[in-house]
């Protein structure tokens, strides 16, 4: 069974950990760069993107990674972890300093940070996503076709580039409390070749076939 990592510096490792051994993966908690020697996929989780991308420069785990995703490693990044997988921010925080934020990169998108925030912190919602319907595993909605989703201060995705697959979208247009004048479709979920990023958290809600579809990907089955 592939060996996945968690990149376990901040956010909420263990559900995905959880996911990913119900999937049929082993996982290891990753903190230090020797600690992805090995490893065949990696999760990075929800959490802080701040906190994660100083976190990951001070334990020295940035570079080793930056190099890893840019040598193929597939890696899943779900909500900060999306952020953390973006190749640009719209909106980055700034430190103290006045240095914006940075991220490891690899997925040729431009993200919105705590996108949904002024219509609403924080949702849940069944959205379709096609994708899934031919991954085993548990559904968290009662059409398969759907997956529910949870987003808590949940960035989006306006901009993809020509190899991004997007695999799910909210619609904005119609939302209670909706002020985005552009009324459009937000992507929400997005595959690049061996990258996948979702703006909300399956770990939390049972849906399963995520993971499972990581993992297919970490097997070359996807
Ligand atoms: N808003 C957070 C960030 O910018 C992400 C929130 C989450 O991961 N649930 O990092």
Not at 98 to 108: H, K, N, S, V, W
Request: aromatic share 4%; with cysteine.
């Amino acid at each position: 069974s592939p060996l996945v990592g968690v990149l376990a510096l901040q956010g909420d490792v263990a559900e995905h950990q959880v996911a990913l051994q119900a999937g049929g993966a082993a996982t290891r908690r990753i903190r230090r760069p020797e600690d992805l020697k090995g490893v065949d996929g990696l999760v990075i989780p929800g959490g802080e993107s701040t906190a994660i991308d100083k976190l990951s420069r001070a334990f020295g785990v940035a570079e080793p990674l930056r190099a890893l995703i840019h040598q193929g490693l597939p890696v899943y990044g779900s909500c900060a972890g999306m952020i953390l997988l973006a190749d640009e921010i719209a909106d980055p925080a700034c430190n103290a300093a006045g240095e914006p934020q940075q991220t490891f990169g690899g997925l040729d998108v431009t993200v919105r940070r705590n996108a949904f925030g002024r219509q609403v912190d924080s949702f849940e919602e069944e959205i379709p996503m096609p994708a899934l319907l031919s991954v085993p595993g548990e559904a968290s909605a009662a059409d398969p076709a759907n997956v529910r989703a949870v987003f808590i201060r949940a960035p989006w995705i306006e901009r993809v580039g020509s190899d991004v697959e997007i695999l799910a979208s909210v619609p904005l247009p119609g939302r209670a409390g909706n002020d985005d004048a552009a009324q459009v479709d937000r992507i929400v979920a997005v595959r690049s070749g061996n990258l996948l990023a979702t703006s909300f958290h399956p770990e939390v809600t049972g849906e399963r076939r995520i993971h499972r579809l990581f993992i297919q990907m970490i097997k070359g089955d996807a």
